[in-house]
C-alpha cells in the first residue's frame, strides 16, 4: 500500500490539490518560524503545534485530491486525521496559552487532547469516523460515518470554547495592546469557523470544500497580529499582572466602599486565606482597630506611605505588616479605589527588636563603655562611664579628657589592644582600650577592679609576709638580701645578716600553750623594730628564728654595738597577758663580703653562728667564723650516723644510782643513754638526743631504751639483787605517740618487769603540753602501777595547780639549783620550796646532780627524800653499776 501511496501513476495532476499543498507548506514554515523566533516560548510552541495539525489535515488533502485511486486518496484521508482532530485541542491550547490562563484550564487542556487522540485513533484504525470517500468533480473526498456527528459535536464545541475564552478576556480586559490582540484573535477565529462550510462535503451536499481559504485567513489574522503586538507583549497590563503575580510584597486593591477586589498570592499567603475567601471582603476587618480608622482615612483620599499596620490573619495570627495606600481614580479623578502594597516586616521587626535589646548592653552595663574617635572626641559614653568622666572633670559635649585623647591616639596609631589601670578617687579602673581602625575610633571598656587589686595586694602580702608579726617572710627576706648585695656589690658596701633564735622559746610555748608563744614573738618582733633603721629589715623565718639585715653599713665597727642594742631590747620582761616573761636571744652574724657571696651562704652562715652562740651559753652573740662551718658539717654527719645507730647496736645504756638519803641505800637507778659511735667515742645525749627529737629518730630509740632498761632491772632481780626501781626518762616527742600507754604495757610484759619497778622521767615542759591527753597518759600509767617524776623541776613554767590533778610521784630538783645552793641563797631558797611544796603534794622530793658532801648536809636538812649525782656515782654501764645496788652510802 506504501508503494502505491508513493506511485505516482496513482495519481494524476489536480488544481484543487494545489492551494491546499501550498497553504500545508506555509503553515508548516509559519509555525516554525514563529516557534524559533519567539524562542521557543510556551505560547509560540502552542502556535506552532496548531499550524502543524492544520498543516498535516491540508497536506494530505492535497494528497487525496490527487490521487486517481480510491483507496491511495482514502489513505490520504485518513492521514489527514492525523492532524485534524488536534486542530480543536491545538486551538484551544494556543487560546489558553495567549490569554495566560493555562494553570486554570489545564484539565480542559488535557481532556481535549485525549479525545482529539480517541478520533485520530478511529479515524485511522476504523471505519467509524471516515466510513467511505464520496468522489466529486475536485477528487475524492472524506465519508462521515457513525462517529461523524460527536466528531463534528467535539470538533465545533471545542472551537466554541476557545472563542468563549477570547470573548471572555476581551470583555474584562481593559483598553490596551492586549485587548486588540484578543480582539484580532477573535476575528481570526471568526473567519476560521467558516471553514467549516467543508463538512457538507462529507456529508455528500457537492459545496467545493474552500475551507482551507478561512483558515488561511486566520493564520494570516495570526501572524499580523503577532507581528503587531507580539504573542506576549510586555504590555504595562501584562507586566502589571506578571508583577502582582510575582511581587514579594502583598497588593490589595479594594474599592470605593473597601472592599477588596484583588489580590495578589503573597496577600493570600500573609493573610492565610484563599483569593476566593478575601475577595469581596470588608478590608477593615483585616486590620488591627487604630489601622482600620486610618484605612478609612485613606479611601476619603489621605495617601498612607510605609506606615506600620497589624493585619488580622487567618487562625487569630497578627502579622506586622508596612503598608502604603494608593489610590485608583478614573479620568474624571473620581476615586474608584485604592491599592494596599503591604510589606511583611515581621523579620525586620524582629531583627529591630534583637537590635533595640543589643543596644541597651552597653546603655545598662553596669561598666563604663566609651566610644571615643581618633580625635579624641566622645562618641559614646554610657551613664556609668559619664559618672566616671565627671570625676575627671568632664562635661559633655567636650573632647575627652586629656588622658583618653594620648591614650586614644597611642592605641589607635598602635593598632592593638591595651590596657591600663587607673585610679579614680579610691577605687581602680582596668579601662580596655580596643582600636577600630576601619571605623576611625576606639573603644573603650571599663571595670573596676578595686576589690581584686585589693585582694591582690592582700594575696601579696600573704606571700610576702608573715602572718603572726607581719615581718617580711623568708621570700621576702632573700629577695630584699638579694637586692642588698647587689646594691653592696655597686658600692662596696657590707650587708650585715643577723640571725636571732628565742632561748628557751620553746618551753614557754609548750608551759604556757601557744597563745602566749605568740604575743609573744608580736613583741619580739615589735622590739626588733624598733631597735634598726628603716632601711633594714626584719624578718620572721618562723617559730622563734627572725633574720635582720643590716643594709648600706660602711663601717663593720658598728656591728657590735647593733647587736649589743638588740641584746639590750631583750633585758626588759615581755608583759604577755598581764604575766612578765623574760626572753634572750642567741644571735647569729654573718657578713657580707666576709662570710658569704650570696643570700643563702649568707644566711647558713648567720645560722652556724648563732647555733655556736646557744651552745655557748644563750643569751649571747656570735660572728661567723670559718670553723662553724665545720660545725654544721659535723651536724649533718651526726645525723646520717643516728639514722644508722640503731640497727648497728651502738646505743648503750649507762645506769646512775638513786640513794634513799634517809637510808643511805640504793632505791633506784636512772637509765641514761650514751652512743658508741664508731671512731668517736662515747656521744653524750645532750648532743644527740635534741637531734633525734628533731628528725623523730627519738620514737625507736626510746622503745629501745624502755625495753633495755626493763630487761636490766628484771634480770638484776632475778639475780637476787634487792629490787629497786628503774627511771627512764621521756621525751615530749614520745608523749605526742597516741599508743604510748601501749607501748610501756607491752614493754613491761615482754620483759616481765613489774610495772611497780618503773619510774618514768618527764620534764615539766611535757607536762603542761595537751593537758587532757597527757593526763590520760598519766592517770593511766598511775593505775599500772608505773611512777612519774618531774624531770629539772623549777626550770619550767608548771602551773601549780596543774601538779594537783597529775597523778605524780615524785619532783626533781634540777641540778642547776642543787649545784648552787651553798653559793646562791635564792637557789638553796628554791630548792627547800620544792621539797616543801612535793610533801605538801603528797610527793617525794629528789635532787640531781648532787656533788658535794655540803650540797647533800643541805638536802638532808631540808628534808629531801632522794638524791643522785656524782657525789655518789656517776652514771655506770651495767654490770659496774649492779655492784652499787647492794652498796651502803652514808649520808
Ligand atoms: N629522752 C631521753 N633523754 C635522755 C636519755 N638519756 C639521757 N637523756 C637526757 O640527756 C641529757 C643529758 O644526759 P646525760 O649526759 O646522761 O647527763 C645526765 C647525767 O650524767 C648528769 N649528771 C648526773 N649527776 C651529775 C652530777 O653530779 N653533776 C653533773 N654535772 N651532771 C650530772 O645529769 C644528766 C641527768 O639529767 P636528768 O635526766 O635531768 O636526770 C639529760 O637531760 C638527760 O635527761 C634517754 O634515754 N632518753
Avoid at 479620568?331 to 535589646?357: C, P, S, T, W
Wanted: with cysteine; proline share 4%; aromatic share 12%.
Amino acid at each position: 500500500m506504501i508503494e502505491q501511496l508513493l506511485d505516482p501513476a496513482y495519481y494524476a495532476y489536480s488544481l484543487f490539490s494545489v492551494p491546499t499543498f501550498l497553504l500545508a507548506v506555509a503553515l508548516l514554515f509559519l509555525g516554525t518560524f514563529v516557534w524559533v523566533r519567539e524562542g521557543g516560548t510556551r505560547v509560540s510552541f502552542s502556535f506552532f503545534i496548531m499550524a502543524l495539525a492544520a498543516g498535516i489535515w491540508l497536506f494530505a488533502f492535497s494528497g487525496m485530491y490527487a490521487a486517481t485511486d480510491k483507496k491511495v486518496a482514502l489513505l490520504w484521508a485518513k492521514g489527514a486525521y492525523l492532524g485534524v482532530p488536534f486542530i480543536p485541542s491545538a486551538v484551544y491550547f494556543f487560546a489558553v496559552t495567549v490569554l495566560r490562563i493555562t494553570e486554570r484550564r489545564k484539565i480542559i487542556v488535557w481532556i481535549v487532547s485525549f479525545l482529539s487522540l480517541v478520533f485520530s485513533f478511529f479515524a485511522l484504525a476504523t471505519d467509524l469516523l471516515i466510513s467511505d470517500l464520496h468522489y466529486y468533480p475536485w477528487g475524492y473526498y472524506p465519508k462521515y460515518g457513525a462517529l461523524g456527528l460527536p466528531f463534528l459535536a467535539f470538533f465545533f464545541g471545542t472551537m466554541a470554547l476557545s472563542l468563549y475564552e477570547f470573548s471572555a478576556e476581551f470583555k474584562k480586559t481593559g483598553p490596551g495592546t492586549h485587548k486588540l490582540r484578543v480582539k484580532s484573535f477573535m476575528v481570526g477565529f471568526g473567519v476560521a469557523s467558516l471553514g467549516s462550510i467543508d463538512y457538507f462535503a462529507k456529508y455528500g451536499v457537492p459545496i467545493y470544500p474552500f475551507g482551507y481559504l478561512p483558515i488561511f485567513v486566520f493564520f494570516v489574522i495570526a501572524v499580523q497580529t503577532i507581528r503587531r503586538y507580539r504573542l506576549v507583549d510586555i504590555t504595562p497590563a501584562f507586566v502589571a499582572d506578571q508583577i502582582i503575580a510575582t511581587m514579594a510584597d502583598s497588593l490589595i486593591v479594594c474599592d470605593a466602599e473597601g472592599k477588596i477586589r484583588l489580590v495578589n498570592p503573597t496577600a493570600c499567603s500573609i493573610l492565610g486565606y484563599s483569593r476566593t475567601e478575601l475577595l469581596g471582603k470588608p478590608m477593615a476587618s483585616f486590620l488591627a482597630a487604630a489601622r482600620a480608622h486610618r484605612f478609612g482615612e485613606a479611601l476619603q483620599g489621605t495617601v498612607i506611605r510605609d506606615e506600620e499596620a497589624e493585619l488580622h490573619a487567618k487562625g487569630g495570627r497578627r502579622v506586622d505588616v508596612s503598608i502604603s495606600v494608593s489610590h485608583l481614580r478614573d479620568r474624571d479623578h473620581r476615586a474608584q479605589g485604592v491599592v494596599i502594597i503591604g510589606r511583611d516586616i515581621r523579620e525586620r521587626k524582629r531583627i529591630e527588636e534583637e537590635l533595640n535589646f543589643l543596644a541597651k548592653f552597653p546603655a545598662e552595663n553596669p561598666n563604663p563603655v566609651l566610644r571615643i574617635s581618633k580625635e579624641g572626641m566622645i562618641l559614646y559614653a554610657n551613664r556609668v562611664a559619664h559618672s566616671l568622666l565627671k570625676l575627671w572633670d568632664w562635661k559633655s559635649g567636650e573632647p575627652s579628657p586629656y588622658f583618653f585623647r594620648t591614650e586614644v591616639s597611642k592605641v589607635y596609631r598602635a593598632g592593638v589592644n591595651r590596657e591600663l589601670e587607673v585610679t579614680v578617687g579610691s577605687a581602680i579602673w582596668s579601662l580596655m582600650f580596643n582600636p577600630v581602625p576601619e571605623a576611625g575610633y576606639v573603644n573603650v571598656y571599663g571595670t573596676e577592679i578595686t576589690e581584686r587589686k585589693r585582694a591582690e595586694e592582700r594575696l601579696k602580702h600573704m606571700v610576702h609576709y608573715d602572718a603572726l608579726t607581719n615581718l617580711p617572710n623568708r621570700l621576702l627576706l632573700t629577695d630584699r638580701l638579694n637586692q642588698a648585695l647587689s646594691r653592696s656589690r655597686r658600692h662596696h658596701q657590707f650587708v650585715v645578716v643577723l640571725f636571732l633564735d628565742l632561748d628557751r622559746f620553746k618551753m614557754i610555748n609548750d608551759t604556757l600553750g601557744h597563745h602566749y608563744g605568740d604575743f609573744l614573738l608580736k613583741g619580739v618582733a615589735d622590739r626588733l623594730v624598733a631597735c634598726v633603721r628603716s632601711v633594714d629589715t626584719v624578718s620572721r623565718l618562723g617559730g622563734d628564728e627572725f633574720v635582720v639585715i643590716l643594709d648600706d653599713i660602711s663601717d663593720t665597727e658598728m656591728i657590735p654595738r647593733m647587736t649589743q642594742k638588740i641584746l639590750d631590747a631583750f633585758s626588759k620582761p615581755f608583759n604577755v597577758h598581764s604575766v612578765e616573761l623574760f626572753m634572750t636571744p642567741s644571735i647569729g652574724v654573718s657578713i657580707y663580703p666576709n662570710d658569704g657571696e650570696s643570700a643563702e651562704e649568707l644566711l647558713k652562715n648567720a645560722d652556724a653562728a648563732m647555733y655556736r652562740a646557744k651552745e655557748q651559753g644563750k643569751n649571747n652573740c656570735r660572728f661567723y667564723s670559718s670553723e662553724m662551718h665545720l660545725n654544721v658539717m659535723e651536724r649533718l654527719e651526726l645525723e646520717t650516723s643516728l639514722h644508722h645507730a640503731l640497727e648497728r647496736n651502738e646505743f648503750v645504756l649507762y645506769y646512775q644510782p638513786v640513794i634513799d638519803l634517809r637510808e643511805g641505800r640504793v632505791v633506784g637507778m636512772e637509765a641514761l643513754v650514751r652512743w658508741e659511735k664508731p671512731h668517736s667515742g662515747m656521744i653524750s645525749p645532750g648532743k644527740f638526743i635534741p637531734l633525734t627529737e628533731e628528725t623523730g629518730l627519738i620514737i625507736p630509740i626510746a622503745e629501745w631504751v624502755l625495753r633495755t632498761a626493763c630487761a636490766q632491772n628484771r634480770s638484776w632481780q632475778e639475780a637476787g639483787l634487792p629490787p629497786v626501781k628503774i627511771a627512764v626518762n621521756l621525751s615530749g616527742r614520745q608523749f605526742q605517740q597516741k599508743d604510748l600507754l601501749e607501748t610501756i604495757t607491752r614493754t613491761l610484759e615482754e620483759t616481765g618487769l613489774s610495772p611497780d619497778f618503773l619510774e618514768l622521767e618527764l620534764t615539766e615542759s611535757i607536762l603542761m603540753q595537751k593537758g587532757d591527753a597527757t593526763i590520760a597518759t598519766l592517770r593511766g600509767l598511775n593505775a599500772m602501777g608505773v611512777r612519774i617524776s618531774i624531770d629539772d623541776f623549777g626550770t619550767g613554767y608548771s602551773s601549780l595547780s596543774y601538779l594537783k590533778r597529775f597523778p605524780i610521784d615524785k619532783l626533781k630538783i634540777d641540778q642547776s639549783f642543787v649545784s648552787s645552793v651553798m653559793a646562791d641563797y635564792n637557789d638553796a631558797v628554791i630548792a627547800k620550796t620544792v621539797v616543801t611544796m612535793a610533801h605538801g603534794l603528797g610527793l617525794k622530793a629528789i635532787a640531781e646532780g648532787v656533788e658535794t658532801a655540803e650540797q647533800l648536809a643541805f638536802l638532808h636538812s631540808v628534808g629531801c627524800d632522794e638524791a643522785q649525782g656524782y657525789f655518789f656515782s656517776r652514771p655506770l654501764p651495767a654490770e659496774e653499776a649492779m655492784k652499787l645496788l647492794t652498796e651502803k652510802f652514808h649520808c
